[in-house]
């Protein structure tokens, strides 16, 4: 899977992605440039919406936690970051590997970085699949002599 040129796929698999994980693998990064906040990380709550079979009516599902922050590079380039629940450090990193994939850096840090996060993603995907088909049932009917 090669993210380095759609934003939303790589913005929405740092936002999927554990927040350990991510720490772990930024703080291997080589050369975070310098920037600062255009909006520190912050905490609020978005609605929520659904739809019945996916085409009917919209409606309001629930409330969930959102944090997000935005940056800007030396060379002014801007990052956002938006992660489910209440971790600014996410957040602010989520954001910086936005802005790095929209520079020279995107390279070193989709093999880094993005590559690696894909990777476990897939695997665990795999693994819910594998466990999910194990407790598949099939049905049939057998077919009676007497009509």
Request: charged share 20%.
């Amino acid at each position: 899977m090669d993210l380095r040129n759609e934003r939303k796929d790589w913005l929405g698999l740092l936002a999927r992605s554990a927040a350990p994980q991510v720490a772990t693998l930024f703080a291997s990064l080589k050369g975070v440039p310098q920037h600062h906040f255009l909006r520190r990380a912050e905490i609020g709550g978005v609605m929520t919406q659904g739809r019945m079979g996916a085409t009917g009516a919209a409606f309001n599902l629930g409330e969930m936690t959102v944090t997000r922050c935005a940056v800007q590079l030396a060379d002014e380039t801007v990052g956002h970051g938006y992660v489910q629940g209440r971790d600014k450090t996410h957040a602010a990193q989520a954001a910086l590997v936005d802005a790095m994939m929209q520079t020279a850096a995107a390279d070193h840090v989709y093999e880094a970085l993005l590559l690696p996060l894909a990777t476990s993603a897939q695997a665990a995907k795999a693994a819910r699949a594998a466990k999910a088909a194990a407790t598949k049932v099939d049905f049939f009917t057998l077919v009676r002599g007497e009509d």
